[in-house]
């Protein structure tokens, strides 16, 4: 990755330098490279994530990704300046410190959701202090929990113009908007068209249940730190339903007056309104892409 500052850090024991990283990759022949800058000293990480300083509309709460530890004395993760929300991904950042050769960055993330937001009385219950279980082992979510992951899906991934950190926004949603936008540029069958969007209409309803899940029923403090995201994504998946049923209406040779208005109001609010950012890489991919290729 990108080692933007180095810093000496010194301990009674030990002295090590600490390298400050603020992109997603660091192949352990960086850090090789980098610890002969030093004449071999012991090199700390300072990772920043879930942190979101340059680029505070948009919340970080996917998990750490796996980073080549061994030999690293010291592993620092920076938070973002909401307390309750960072709590997710520094969860993972646990779970990666304590075995980095069995990290599994979903499994401690699903993990680290259910642990916090896994009772409906309890929403920001502690962290267990046992060891990271298998994938398999991973209770099955409430329904709070289950809200709150595929909120936190479509908010991992941070970038500007010198910083790409975290994995994409909501993989398998943006695979399954990829499946549709390829039926639909390759000529397919109208019903395969008419299935995956049938598919995607399916998963944007389930998005807009979990934002009111979620408004509804997180703690007041939480609720605070997350409300224009939250917001904007039940926009984005509403917008997305009105998309879609506007596809569907040209698969059938009419048109629907009434989703196309929708549409068109949904993109000027989401448009006019730059105080959230949420699903870059998979909603915000959607409406872009229907409002193309209907031609808005």
Same mark, same amino acid.
């Given at each position: 990755?990108?080692a933007?500052q180095?810093?000496?850090l010194?301990?009674?024991?030990r ?5 400050? #990283?603020?992109?997603g990759v ?7 490279a980098?610890?002969r ?6 090199l700390?990480?300072w ?6 300083d ?7 709460l996917? *998990? ?10 010291a592993?620092?993760?920076n *938070? ?5 929300l ?9 779970d ?9 960055a ?5 993990r680290?959701?259910?642990?916090q ?5 309890r929403?920001?219950a502690?962290?267990?202090?046992a *060891? ?10 409430s ?8 909120f ?7 970038e ?6 975290g ?19 390759q000529g397919?069958?109208s ?6 969007i ?5 998963r944007?309803a389930?998005? #807009? ?9 997180l ?6 730190e997350?409300?224009?995201q ?26 629907a007056?009434?989703a ?7 993109r000027t ?9 949420i ?5 915000c ?7 193309e290729?209907?031609g808005?």
């Open positions: 990755g990108n933007r180095r810093q000496r010194h301990r009674p024991e002295e090590f330098w600490l390298l400050v #990283v603020v992109d660091v192949p352990p022949e960086r850090l090789a980098a610890a800058l030093y004449d071999g000293s012991p700390g990480l990772w920043n994530y879930p942190v979101n340059y680029e505070e509309p948009k919340l970080a996917g *998990p750490m990704e796996p980073l080549p530890l061994t030999g690293v004395p592993m620092f993760f *938070p973002m300046k909401y307390e309750r960072s709590k997710i991904a520094l969860a993972t950042g646990a990666l410190v304590r075995d980095p050769a069995h990290y599994d979903e499994t401690a993330w699903q680290a959701i259910q642990n937001y896994g009772t409906a009385d929403p920001i502690r962290a267990s202090k *060891p990271a279980r298998p994938s398999s082992d991973v209770a099955a979510p329904d709070l929990a289950a809200a709150m992951q595929t936190a899906d479509h908010s991992t991934h941070l500007n113009h010198w910083a790409d950190i994995r994409d926004d909501a993989p398998e949603l943006r695979h399954a908007i990829g499946n549709l936008f390829a039926a639909m540029d397919a069958p019903s395969v068209t008419a299935s995956r049938h598919d995607l209409d399916a944007c389930a998005i #807009v249940a979990a934002t009111q899940t979620l408004a509804q029923r703690d007041a403090a939480t609720l605070e997350c409300r224009p939250l917001h904007r994504l039940e926009t984005l998946a509403t917008a997305s339903r009105s998309g879609l049923a506007l596809l569907a209406a040209q698969q059938r040779g009419t048109d007056p009434a196309r208005a929708h549409f068109r109001a949904l609010e989401l448009a006019e309104d730059p105080s959230a950012k699903s870059d890489d998979a909603l991919v959607l409406v872009e892409g229907m409002a290729r209907m808005e």
